[in-house]
């Protein structure tokens, strides 16, 4: 679904969306599914100006978890559930985006289970 509000400096702007993971234990790595625009993107350069980003969970996540948001280029950490970031400036619009998700520390965690994992991306 490509958005009609656009960042200054975009000409163009794609937003999808998955469900987000769900986390069992502490200390190993989360991954979201791929997170890709659909369909056909419009003629450009095809290059990032801005991502925002909104990630959420069913119930509150422990305080320490550490979002993450991926491309194949790099990955941010995300400085709270929602956001936006000029880190992926420059990269490729036609690639996706994972979210990272991890809990520091060993064991078990009740399990938290992911709602929604969302980006927009914006480029030109």
């Avoid at 991954?31 to 959420?56: C, H």
């Avoid at 950490?77 to 985006?97: I, Y």
Wanted: glycine share 10%; charged share 20%.
């Amino acid at each position: 679904m490509t958005r009609t509000t656009l960042e200054l400096g975009s000409r163009h702007a794609w937003n999808a969306s998955v469900v987000g993971p769900t986390i069992t234990g502490r200390g190993q790595r989360t991954l979201s599914a791929p997170i890709q625009p659909s369909g056909m993107m419009p003629q450009s350069e095809g290059v990032i100006t801005s991502v925002r980003w909104r990630y959420s969970f069913v119930r509150v996540p422990p305080v320490d978890l550490q979002a993450y948001l991926c491309n194949a280029e790099r990955c941010v950490l995300l400085s709270s559930p929602e956001g936006k970031t000029d880190a992926f400036r420059g990269d490729d619009a036609a690639k996706g985006f994972v979210f990272a998700f991890r809990v520091p520390g060993q064991g078990i965690l009740p399990a938290l289970q992911g709602r929604s994992n969302e980006v927009t991306v914006n480029y030109r």
